[in-house]
T-cell receptor
Framework: AQSVTQPDIHITVSEGASLELRCNYSYGATPYLFWYVQSPGQGLQLLLK??????LVQGIKGFEAEFKRSQSSFNLRKPSVHWSDAAEYFC?????????????FGQGTELSVKP | KAGVTQTPRYLIKTRGQQVTLSCSPI?????VSWYQQTPGQGLQFLFEYFSETQRNKGNFPGRFSGRQFSNSRSEMNVSTLELGDSALYLCASSPPGSGRADTQYFGPGTRLTVL
């Protein structure tokens, strides 16, 4: 079955420190992978996506993610976290079913930033 | 371009009532998907519409329904509301594609509270 796992429910990092959020997926075919961010009371904003090609993808707000097929992972990284990065982060895999598409989301990782 | 808009942003209903939520996609986007977000179940796919046809459906009871109009605007309806229907309902639109899991752009959501 298709699934996405984000092992860390909550992470706290100090401002200026590096960040890595983990994501593992289970999908039979070539995955389409996404990271979204959600601030409290808001919708989801796309950070970056991987469809094919270079396994290291750059996104907005200084985020990047690396696709590792052998590990079924798509971890999100940022070299230096800012207080405004505090939010919930969702990893998702795009699935194709019944001629249509849908996203399967992980449970999310809540990021807190210490001053 | 204007983003995905959803109305209303907040809604309070009582058990047994029905509710209709509206979503206007990004101009030029023809696919609209709906998701339910709750603290317990996370983000779950409800259904997807493309060119006024439901193309994909998630595992929700028949009380949840939707439709899409010729201008790509979409509505979802929930009949006989239950307390467990309290959630943030997110709409997402995708640019024209081949039915694959194209990038989805999300609206701010409608917060539904059932009393």
């Amino acid at each position: 079955a298709q699934s996405v796992t984000q092992p860390d429910i909550h992470i706290t990092v100090s401002e200026g420190a590096s960040l890595e959020l983990r994501c593992n997926y289970s999908y039979g075919a070539t995955p389409y992978l996404f990271w979204y961010v959600q601030s409290p009371g808001q919708g989801l904003q796309l950070l970056l996506k991987y469809f094919s090609g270079d396994t290291l993808v750059q996104g907005i707000k200084g985020f990047e993610a690396e696709f590792k097929r052998s590990q079924s992972s798509f971890n999100l990284r940022k070299p230096s976290v800012h207080w405004s990065d505090a939010a919930e982060y969702f990893c998702a895999v795009g699935a194709v079913e019944n001629q249509g598409g849908k996203l399967i989301f992980g449970q999310g990782t809540e990021l807190s930033v210490k001053p | 371009k204007a983003g995905v808009t959803q109305t209303p942003r907040y809604l309070i209903k009582t058990r047994g009532q029905q509710v209709t939520l509206s979503c206007s996609p990004i101009s030029g986007h023809r696919s609209v998907s709906w998701y339910q977000q709750t603290p317990g179940q996370g983000l779950q796919f409800l259904f997807e519409y493309f060119s006024e046809t439901q193309r994909n459906k998630g595992n929700f009871p028949g009380r949840f329904s939707g439709r899409q109009f010729s201008n790509s605007r979409s509505e979802m309806n929930v009949s006989t509301l239950e307390l467990g229907d309290s959630a943030l309902y997110l709409c997402a639109s995708s640019p024209p594609g081949s039915g694959r899991a194209d990038t989805q752009y999300f609206g701010p959501g409608t917060r539904l509270t059932v009393l």
